[in-house]
């Protein structure tokens, strides 16, 4: 039960970094990296609305989803921090680094990390922040050395991103700091002791940004309790917001909510009514462990599936349009299909003249529903 929101799963991290103004510090800057190691601005307004809705409509949220399992925190909860949390087991250094560098990054970043054609560069820059034309690197520019193994492991190699062992990143880190002459010695392991002995040269170059940096927050302390005095309302339908799958229920107190559609359970009875009804398909379908293509594709786990998606069959035009438009068979659709697939779908090659008993359409449906 989603009852409240644990404030310190919000990605809401200590106040973000601002390059210091000209003059006052070792560079010049503007704020285009202030958040390097967050999710996009976009991303955290989503899910702060997200949050914002759990909170302020509780009628709703003893029904709505189920608490994330500790997998799912883990493979959302990458980040690291400039001060190494998140950091795991492990360790490389810059001469382990050099031969996967040269293997998984040179092609696109230069053997020396000066960039091939235009992809980025990942060294050099020194002195240039106040130039015109600032070269911003990890050497020139960077404050934090999380922010490379974060980078490297988030999204390294660019096309086949979080490919590489923590070993291999560590490793990478290195020998990328390595290459920028902020680690000298080859053989200095990184690990999650030693990340506190690397200092980035661009590190003074910033001031923290202490101003609230999320909507709830710049109004002030946001309510997490007894919010409102008076009974709760209902104010806005999640499906007017359009969050979440539309399925009515009633409330202790009477009202009508939207509440998130439930897997309806199957019916046994129903799927075997189906199965005599599925007998005027028989003669073009095959459902079952040896179901073959016939007149028409088999139907093994069609519901819940795209439209003309099995293989080596050989739809007509108008399925394969739908199917390009992200027809998807469920219950809803099928019934159309199956009540007059010639009107449903101009053009079909199903000639079928349809069930027009409503009854029967739900009942072959539910049959389907036992292939996969
Ligand atoms: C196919 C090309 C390609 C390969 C291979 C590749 N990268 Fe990248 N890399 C990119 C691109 C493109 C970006 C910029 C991505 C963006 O800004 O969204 C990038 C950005 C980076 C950055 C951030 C640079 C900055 O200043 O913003 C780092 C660090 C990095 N890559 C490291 C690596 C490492 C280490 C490897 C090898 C494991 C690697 N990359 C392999 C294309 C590549
Ligand atoms: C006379 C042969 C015939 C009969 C009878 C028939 N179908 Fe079809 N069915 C087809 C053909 C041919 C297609 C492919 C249509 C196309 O490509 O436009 C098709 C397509 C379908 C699809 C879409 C499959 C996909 O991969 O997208 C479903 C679902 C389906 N039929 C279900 C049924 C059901 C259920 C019945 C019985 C109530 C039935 N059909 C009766 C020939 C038939």
């Given at each position: 039960?989603?009852?409240?929101?644990?404030?310190?799963?919000?990605?809401?991290?200590?106040a973000?970094?601002?390059?210091?103004?000209?003059?006052?510090?070792?560079?010049?800057?503007?704020a285009?990296?202030?958040?390097?190691?967050?999710?996009?601005?976009?991303?955290?307004?989503?899910?702060t609305?997200?949050a914002?809705?759990?909170?302020?409509t509780?009628?709703?949220a003893?029904?709505?989803g189920?608490?994330?399992?500790?997998?799912?925190i883990?493979a959302?909860d990458?980040?690291?921090r400039?001060?190494?949390?998140?950091?795991?087991?492990?360790?490389?250094t810059?001469?382990?680094?050099?031969?996967?560098y040269?293997d998984?990054?040179?092609?696109?970043?230069?053997?020396?990390?000066?960039?091939?054609?235009?992809?980025p560069?990942?060294?050099?820059?020194?002195?240039?922040?106040?130039?015109?034309?600032?070269?911003?690197?990890?050497?020139?520019y960077?404050?934090?050395?999380?922010?490379?193994?974060d980078?490297?492991?988030?999204?390294?190699p660019f096309?086949?991103a979080?490919?590489l062992?923590?070993?291999?990143v560590y490793?990478l880190?290195?020998y990328?700091?390595?290459?920028?002459?902020i680690i000298?010695?080859?053989?200095?392991?990184?690990?999650?002791?030693t990340?506190?002995?690397?200092?980035?040269?661009?590190?003074?170059g910033f001031?923290?940004?202490?101003?609230?940096?999320?909507?709830?927050l710049?109004?002030?302390?946001?309510?997490?309790?007894?919010?409102?005095d008076g009974?709760v309302?209902i104010t806005?339908?999640?499906?007017?917001?359009?969050?979440?799958?539309?399925?009515?229920?009633?409330?202790?107190?009477?009202e009508?909510?939207?509440?998130?559609?439930?897997?309806?359970a199957?019916?046994?009875?129903?799927?075997?009514?189906?199965?005599?009804?599925?007998?005027k398909?028989?003669?073009?379908h095959?459902?079952?462990?040896?179901a073959?293509?016939?007149?028409?594709?088999l139907?093994?786990?069609v519901i819940?599936k795209e439209?003309?998606?099995?293989?080596?069959?050989r739809?007509?035009?108008?399925?394969?349009k739908?199917?390009a438009?992200g027809?998807?068979?469920?219950?809803?659709?099928?019934?159309?299909?199956?009540?007059?697939?010639?009107?449903?779908?101009?053009?079909?090659k199903?000639?079928f003249?349809?069930?027009?008993?409503e009854?029967?359409?739900?009942a072959v449906?539910?049959?389907l529903?036992?292939f996969?």
């Amino acid at each position: 039960m989603l009852k409240s929101v644990d404030l310190s799963l919000l990605p809401l991290p200590a106040a973000p970094l601002l390059p210091l103004p000209p003059g006052e510090g070792r560079g010049e800057g503007i704020a285009t990296r202030t958040t390097l190691t967050r999710p996009s601005s976009k991303a955290r307004g989503l899910f702060t609305a997200l949050a914002t809705l759990l909170l302020t409509t509780p009628a709703l949220a003893n029904d709505l989803g189920r608490p994330a399992t500790p997998a799912e925190i883990a493979a959302w909860d990458i980040d690291i921090r400039p001060d190494g949390q998140g950091l795991p087991e492990g360790g490389g250094t810059p001469a382990d680094g050099e031969p996967i560098y040269n293997d998984r990054c040179a092609s696109c970043h230069g053997v020396f990390g000066e960039g091939e054609g235009r992809w980025p560069v990942l060294t050099g820059g020194d002195g240039t922040l106040q130039d015109d034309r600032p070269v911003k690197t990890i050497g020139s520019y960077w404050p934090y050395a999380s922010t490379v193994w974060d980078y490297i492991h988030r999204a390294m190699p660019f096309g086949d991103a979080q490919s590489l062992s923590d070993d291999e990143v560590y490793a990478l880190t290195a020998y990328v700091l390595y290459m920028n002459d902020i680690i000298d010695d080859e053989d200095f392991e990184l690990t999650r002791e030693t990340f506190g002995e690397i200092e980035m040269p661009n590190e003074g170059g910033f001031i923290a940004d202490e101003r609230p940096d999320t909507m709830t927050l710049a109004k002030g302390e946001p309510c997490m309790s007894d919010c409102t005095d008076g009974p709760v309302k209902i104010t806005m339908r999640a499906a007017v917001l359009d969050v979440t799958p539309q399925t009515e229920a009633t409330t202790d107190e009477g009202e009508t909510v939207m509440v998130a559609a439930a897997a309806p359970a199957f019916d046994a009875g129903l799927a075997e009514k189906g199965k005599k009804v599925f007998k005027k398909c028989g003669a073009c379908h095959q459902v079952g462990e040896k179901a073959k293509n016939r007149t028409g594709p088999l139907l093994n786990g069609v519901i819940g599936k795209e439209a003309g998606a099995v293989e080596k069959f050989r739809y007509s035009k108008a399925m394969k349009k739908a199917a390009a438009e992200g027809l998807i068979w469920n219950a809803e659709t099928l019934g159309w299909y199956l009540e007059a697939p010639r009107t449903y779908m101009k053009g079909t090659k199903m000639s079928f003249k349809g069930l027009s008993d409503e009854d029967d359409r739900a009942a072959v449906i539910e049959y389907l529903k036992q292939f996969e």
